[in-house]
């Protein structure tokens, strides 16, 4: 057995095993006016090691990634190693600053003058900072800032919360599972762990004191994070995930119920590097592609020919296709610093998000949708583009009148906020589709932040208020599809289909259990698993009503 086990909320399946990586989180400033003990030549070649274990470090992981990041690095290295660095720290330490402070002092006088020379050189005060933490980091004994290289065996990247800039770089081979103490199913970790296909916990307190290098043992389905487990438990929970996964491999082609009703899985993507898992699952299509990902930490929006040449790359993954482009969604919990709202916003989740801010920002949308119109015409995919955070009629006439300026032929909206949910039939006659956004309708129904972990339990895809806006919005007339995360779950899958949604949209990992959930159920199934849920006043009721009328769910470990 684990020697101790802590519970958070499994996002992403299948299990993951290997020592804990904690994601340093900021390191601290050392307080100002410490002094060492009097020992100037003890504390120097302290300090002296510390840089050069740093340097090396360095170093030797630009050597391993080559390329542009190997001369990134390389250049850390150097400024580590700057002699004038080193004998300002020396006049500090001689005059009886400690050495992580001597170190702190140091660095900010360099920083203070890049700063105020600009320009390039003005722009490498990050990696300066980068540097001062890590040999702070080494002098303290506090877990390193960033994130580790890659080693022989992939770690459990533990955290308090990841933002998509901490994790752009990650893969498979680098990391076994993602835990982290915050963030819900719907958060960045969860997407991100979907997207990738390692398993994650989420929301599971107290995992930012699991120790570093700990082994820890991950089960992304049930939300358990065993620490030391006994190599049997290891053995035990992997082989259970494995057996799960072959059953599903074994249901291949094309979404629908057993009856034959199609029901199309749909990939959710960030962007091209997504398409490989993708393809790899099967999808029919893409049903989400998250473009903002293209537009985060930039001082302005990508040039349409940068835009253009992601879009093209995506489009042409998927001939003959629907590829499903949802235009920025900025705002809110993905703020850009070029489209900052109109006045301060106390409550960001509820201000100028999404078609919002493109309706002050008409030339970043009008220079989104040209690029895509370019990359829609140069291949053969059914490009299909949507807005998020539509709340009303006029919304949706503005958003498809500028998609069909830009010469796109469909255009929808995403039904994220009740509002238009409630109201889907005024909504209908404007758009070519809908796509119902859950992690924002649930959000939005329950005045619940999503990033909040303390929130998760109102995240829940199966509120049974959840399914009945579903099944208002599939009731309106339009071909409506769901790409919120609530389609990740098979059961939830075969419900949604009940209720009259025609396409799944869903982190490609997901799409296997997904369409072996639906082959084993017909129609008529799925219908009587959606009435019995929505006639529930709660999630586990609706999740346990649904169950009986979906037999098969069991047999296949899901
Ligand atoms: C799919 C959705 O969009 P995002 O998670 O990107 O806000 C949603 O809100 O359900
Ligand atoms: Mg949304």
Redesign the pocket.
Known sequence: MATESLTGTGVSPGAGYGPAYLMGAAVPEPPAGARHDGDVVAEVARVEAAVERVAAELQARGEAVGGDARDVLAAQALIARDPALAAEIGDLIDAGTAAERAVYEAFMRYNDILTQVGGYLGQRVADLADVRDRVIAELTGVPMPGLPAAGDKPYVLVARDLAPADTALLSKDIVAAFVTEEGGP?SHTA?LARALGVPAVVACAGATSIANGVPVLVDGTTGLVGLMPSEDEVRATIKAARTRDAALAEVTGPGATADGRPVALLA?IGGPRDLAAALEHGAEGVG?Y?T?FLFLDRDQAPSEEEQEAAYREVVSAFPGRPVTV?VL?AGG??PLGFLPPTEKEPNPALGQRGVRILRIFTDVLTGQLRALARAAEAGSAEVRVMA?MVATPEDAAWFVAACRAAGLRSAGI?I?VPAAALRATDLAPAVDFF?????????YTFAAD?EVGALTAFQDPWQPVLLDLVAMTASAGVPTAV????CSDPALSCVLAGLGVTALSMAAPAIPGVRAALARHTLAQCRAAAVAARAQTGPEAARAAARTHLPALADLGL
């Open positions: 719907t997407i959710n989400l998250r903002e949802r969604d919990d993905k998020p995403m994220e796509s119902i956004g859950t992690n924002d309708l649930a959000q999503r790409c919120g995360e609530a």
